[in-house]
């Protein structure tokens, strides 16, 4: 059987069933990847040829893995590309069916580094550990909500994001306030460590207000979301939130990852911090968050999302199933207050507005290095950036 179709089945969290079957019922002869090439000009995806053959007596076996180099490979010289060896990669995965049965599969020259790193773990994030941010469908006023709105509103106006303005103009009272939150953007978070300096307020009302008679109570909220039922798409609406969550995941201490990003970015946030569900939210009590946010931001991890995380393009796609699939290690005691004291050091320069940190991540990747009985050779390959 020969398809070309997207390339993201081997790794995509969602295609466990595709794979098993691939696995369990065929053999790969070749995949040929056009890895960030767009070969269909209307199609907005990543694209690779598959060569299988149906093939149950397949414990163990290598295959040929051809991967396109380019961004911008020309269709015309695909095959003289492939016979010269030119703008490509050529390597020869294993598969082993016990091993890679419900796993996601990286097909790349740095399987066994990849391997060495994973043997080196001693800890995983569970699932109560990873939340999602607020689901709010509708933050501010979009050019496609116009035409259902009152004149006097414009685009960009607040419904449950305000800026201060708009929070003052509302004319709040003290039981209103309280369910007045502070929300921060990508704009206002920053790797490692963010300053309690908050741009937006959120109206922060969970679920119970789909009982509407609950919002009698606080007159002036009501009257603001009231010139927006019209277009309030909640479950909840048209006062109640889409997606809240729980409180605690807000005001706690916490560690925000951006789910889209061209570098991963973790921040440590030890203040009351309410976002969207463009992050993901890590709380745990198992160990130190600042230990944990100097791994997550190191070159290991960033190595580890690139190749066997979830990518578009060259866009890493953070969500919650390549978080909990992460071999964090715990290190010993001395270990982990090197990188706390180092990330309290970080923490202090970005309070101040200071913004060159390379020397001290520098140095956490040093520890992290070491911690992962990584050699000389090996730390090249997560310094390259490939």
């Not at 098993?20 to 995949?31: H, P, Q, R, T």
């Not at 922060?204 to 909220?221: C, V």
């Not at 951006?258 to 976002?275: K, S």
């Not at 060159?356 to 730390?379: P, T």
């Amino acid at each position: 059987m020969v398809f070309i179709a997207t390339n993201n089945w081997i790794n995509n969290f969602g295609a466990f069933k595709m794979r098993n079957k691939v696995i369990e019922d065929a053999k790969i002869l070749k995949l040929i990847d056009f890895n960030k090439s767009k070969i269909f000009k209307n199609a907005g995806i990543y694209t690779m040829i598959m060569i299988l053959q149906k093939n149950k007596n397949n414990e163990g076996y290598k295959f040929e893995y051809i991967r396109f180099l380019s961004e911008n490979t020309n269709l015309n010289n695909i095959h003289k590309d492939v016979e010269n060896e030119k703008n490509i990669e050529i390597f020869y995965p294993e598969i082993i069916k016990h091993k890679h049965i419900n796993k996601i599969l990286t097909f790349n020259k740095y399987e066994d580094l990849l391997e060495k790193i994973q043997d080196q773990a001693n800890f995983n994030l569970n699932k109560n550990e990873v939340t999602i941010g607020i689901i709010i469908p509708q933050d501010f006023v979009k050019k496609k909500h116009i035409p259902f709105l009152d004149e006097n509103i414009n685009v960009g106006d607040g419904i449950f994001v305000l800026n201060e303005k708009e929070l003052v103009s509302l004319n709040l009272s003290k039981d209103e306030m309280s369910l007045i939150k502070p929300f921060y953007t990508p704009k206002e978070i920053e790797k490692y460590y963010t300053i309690n300096k908050n741009k937006y307020w959120i109206i922060f009302t969970q679920s119970k207000f789909k009982n509407t008679k609950l919002m009698e109570n606080y007159p002036n909220i009501k009257k603001h979301l009231d010139k927006f039922s019209s277009i309030i798409t909640s479950d909840f609406k048209p006062y109640g939130l889409h997606r809240a969550g729980n409180i605690k995941s807000y005001t706690n201490e916490k560690i925000l990852s951006l789910r889209r990003c061209t570098e991963p970015i973790f921040t440590y946030i030890d203040f009351e911090c309410f976002v969207s569900n463009v992050y993901i939210i890590i709380q745990t009590d198992r160990v130190s968050l600042k230990y944990l946010v100097g791994i997550l931001n190191s070159n290991l991890i960033k190595f580890w999302l690139k190749n066997k995380g979830k990518m578009k393009g060259n866009i890493f796609q953070i969500d919650k199933e390549p978080l909990l699939n992460l071999p964090l290690k715990i290190g010993e005691t001395d270990t982990i207050g090197k990188i706390e004291k180092l990330v309290n050091e970080v923490i202090l320069i970005k309070s101040k507005n200071g913004c060159n940190i390379d020397i001290i991540e520098k140095q956490i990747n040093e520890i992290v290095y070491q911690m992962y009985n990584l050699k000389d050779d090996e730390v090249k390959i997560l310094e390259s950036g490939d």
